[in-house]
């Protein structure tokens, strides 16, 4: 199967700007997540998208929001971006309905660099 | 929430020696700890879990042990080599007010010098 896919890889943008990043998940992975990553902070949970429905939300603030289509591709929208909005923006997808459902798998990331 | 805490956040070993890096949880109804390894520009990659009921589990030269009572588990690498080098991250399933979710560490730097 082919592995989690994001795009773009690479953003730069001002602030002020909104942005739009793209996950496609594993086959059949009906489950997405996103992360944010900065160095020293490690990976913080910005929420997860399951059957299209938002399942969970991490402590981020509403600039940060997401949706999830019904072919389990997701979509996360940052707006009025910030300077510390710079990081690595991973996700990451799981399967669901069965045993041992809990692993996830990451896509590479999309660099996102506000200028 | 579950606070992971993650230490130490640097390791340098000689190659053929042991690593060790150990997380802690505060969550007692935490039931799932994967850990995983981000090489230079790479996504992080799964490489060992261990579920609640387990105390200990191996993989050739990597094996994790977790302590329910303590609340800590720990990755353990041996015969170190210099493709070990990169950074790990533990991880803890547990619960907030909104379900469950994945809590992580701020990561551990291995160096493996040759």
């Known amino acids: 199967k082919a592995g989690v896919t994001q795009t773009p890889r690479y953003l730069i943008k001002t602030r002020g700007q909104q942005v739009t990043l793209s996950c496609s998940p594993i086959?059949?992975?009906?489950?997405v997540s996103w992360y944010q990553q900065t160095p020293g902070q490690g990976l913080q949970f910005l929420f997860e998208?399951?059957?299209?429905?938002?399942?969970n939300k991490g402590n981020f603030p509403g600039r940060f929001s997401g949706r999830q289509f019904s072919n389990s591709r997701s979509e996360m929208n940052v707006s009025t971006l910030e300077l510390g909005d710079s990081a690595l923006y991973l996700c990451?997808?799981?399967?669901?309905?069965?045993?041992?459902?809990?692993?996830?798998?990451f896509g590479p990331g999309t660099r996102l660099t506000v200028l | 929430g579950e606070n992971v805490e993650q230490h130490p956040s640097t390791l340098s070993v000689q190659e053929g020696d042991s690593a060790v890096i150990k997380c802690t949880y505060s969550?007692?109804?935490?039931?799932?700890f994967p850990w995983y390894k981000q090489e230079l520009g790479k996504r992080p990659q799964l490489i060992i879990d261990?579920?609640?009921?387990?105390g200990e589990k191996k993989d050739q030269r990597i094996a994790v042990t977790l302590n329910k009572t303590a609340k800590h588990f720990s990755l353990h690498i041996t015969e170190t080599q210099p493709e070990d080098s990169a950074v790990y991250f533990c991880?803890?399933?547990?619960?907030?007010?909104?379900?469950?979710?994945?809590?992580f560490g701020t990561g551990t730097s291995l160096t493996v010098i040759p």
């Open positions: 990451a997808s799981r399967a669901t309905g069965g045993l041992y459902t809990d692993t996830q798998y």
């Open positions: 086959s059949g992975h009906r489950s």
């Open positions: 998208y399951f059957s299209e429905t938002q399942r």
């Open positions: 969550d007692s109804a935490s039931n799932y």
């Open positions: 261990i579920r609640s009921n387990v």
């Open positions: 991880a803890a399933r547990g619960y907030s007010n909104t379900g469950n979710q994945f809590y």
